[in-house]
């Protein structure tokens, strides 16, 4: 799955994981418009012909992290925010935001960086949220 951005470009392609993403053919993913769950078509084995539609209920919360300046306290637009359970890296909107699917009861660094900044590592926890929640992470 890849998400629009700003400028009307895809970002880079997150694979989704076990059940979704598979080693068949799986494709045609949909949300519901909050994004807690949707269907997605595959040609996997145990279905019923040749392409399957398949539903699914999201396992996870909404992590958005912020990244601000610790002087000023202003956003940091273009900042790499790296992923340590994903090991991933993302960057941030011109807000200073990253918003990002985390399991559910799990912990994971998060390490902020930019040109000109000391790199500062934090920890998001989804204890206790329920899928679909929302959660914040502020790095300074």
């Not at 700003?6 to 979704?20: H, M, V």
């Not at 202003?74 to 890296?89: H, K, R």
């Not at 559910?104 to 660094?109: A, T, V």
């Not at 949220?129 to 300074?140: C, D, K, Q, W």
Request: glycine letters at 8%; one cysteine or more.
């Amino acid at each position: 799955m890849a998400e629009e951005q700003e400028d009307g470009r895809f970002g880079l392609p997150d694979n989704l994981g076990n059940p979704i993403n598979s080693t068949d053919d799986d494709f045609g993913i949909i949300f519901n418009n909050e994004g807690t769950c949707g269907y997605f078509a595959s040609n996997r084995q145990g279905g019923k012909g040749s392409d399957d539609i398949y539903a699914f209920v999201k396992q996870a919360a909404t992590l958005q992290i912020a990244v601000y300046d610790s002087r000023t306290k202003l956003p940091l637009s273009a900042a790499t925010v790296e992923d340590a359970c994903t090991n991933t890296a993302f960057k941030t909107n011109s807000a200073g935001n990253v918003v990002k699917d985390m399991l559910l009861n799990k912990c994971c660094s998060f390490t902020a960086s930019l040109d000109g900044y000391e790199p500062n590592l934090m920890e998001a926890c989804t204890n206790n949220l329920t899928a679909g929640a929302s959660s914040e992470l502020a790095i300074f």
